[in-house]
């Protein structure tokens, strides 16, 4: 058995992803990278199509939110990056593994070693006769991590998380928010490249999943660890720099936010939406735009300089 790296090990390898972004080569690759991705499902004799040849690019240490609505393709694309489904077709990387390829036994070690997941049903997060402490020890002597640093380095990340007063806690005696905290702690013992949370604030008042979502957001910037979180919360999905929103299998808008600085010298947050392009030179257009000119069937396109314009096909 090997020893578990202890935190300043996982702070000192946040600095260094850091600096793999800053260099550029993150940025053309992608850390997560799907292209084109398709899953169809069989039910009963009929197919169902999932996800529709979806494009989506996350670069190393991004934190980003997927809404949608409900059967629009969000779980079943966590479940095929985390490794937990895999992929019809087209093409689905993380972190360098190349997950339709991908055998079951590597699919195994992919989880737990590359991958770090948090579900939305607190009771899946934690084993309820253990305490936090050994919850979050769990992963690493699974990963054949064994010595002394376990408990310290799983006491450190409780504290990261702002729940080390939990430490010797069973989730019976932790409220949902400390338990969804302590699962955080748990996705991240084994320094994984990429952590997935699938509605994590889902069961929780505004109050506790603030406080969850902030514990994401420390996760991120002190490991560096790349974050997709999906959220029907707006209020989570309003708290980072892109989000991205998938309809019927295919990305369809992307939500941007940026900092700007203001004439008094203070900075102000400025959001923009975008339609996304994907690989064939298709896009969605939202919703309201579709409802609000009455567009059926098909549409008139017009190329002008600096623009394209849409209009109604009406005949």
């Avoid at 989506?56 to 991004?62: A, D, P, Q, S």
């Avoid at 019976?172 to 991240?188: T, Y």
């Avoid at 409802?291 to 008139?300: E, G, I, T």
């Amino acid at each position: 058995m090997t020893a578990p790296p202890d935190l300043a090990t996982l702070q000192q390898r946040a600095r260094e992803r850091a600096a793999a972004r800053a260099g550029g080569t993150d940025r053309l690759q992608g850390h997560i990278v799907c292209d084109g991705l398709v899953r169809i499902f069989k039910t009963e004799g009929v197919e169902v199509v999932a996800l529709q040849g979806l494009d989506l690019t996350v670069e190393r240490g991004e934190l980003l939110a997927i809404v949608g609505a409900s059967g629009s393709g969000k779980s079943t694309l966590l479940n095929i990056l985390s490794g937990l489904d895999a992929p019809t077709a087209g093409l689905a990387k993380v972190a360098g593994y190349d997950l339709l390829a991908m055998s079951a036994r590597r699919r195994l070690r992919y989880r737990r070693r590359t991958v770090g997941f948090v579900w939305q049903q607190t009771a899946r997060n934690l084993l309820p006769y253990l305490t936090a402490t050994e919850n979050v020890a769990l992963p690493m002597r699974l990963a054949g991590y064994g010595g002394r640093r376990r408990t310290p380095l799983a006491r450190n990340l409780l504290d990261l998380v702002g729940v080390g007063y939990c430490a010797d806690r069973r989730p019976h005696e932790m409220s949902g928010g400390e338990q969804q905290r302590a699962a955080v702690a748990v996705a991240v013992a084994n320094d994984p490249e990429v952590l997935f949370a699938d509605e994590p604030t889902g069961e929780l008042d505004e109050a506790t999943a603030t406080e969850v979502f902030g514990a994401l957001r420390t996760i991120n910037a002190e490991l560096g660890v790349t974050i997709v979180v999906v959220t029907h919360d707006q209020a989570v999905s309003g708290q980072v720099r892109r989000t991205v929103a998938i309809r019927d299998g295919r990305t369809a808008t992307e939500v941007r936010r940026t900092a700007r600085a203001t004439a008094d010298g203070g900075t102000e947050l400025v959001t923009q939406e975008y339609a996304v392009l994907d690989r064939a030179g298709r896009m969605q257009l939202p919703r309201p735009y579709v409802d609000a000119l009455s567009m059926r069937d098909r549409v008139q396109l017009t190329l002008e300089e600096d623009r394209v314009e849409v209009r109604p096909g009406h005949e």
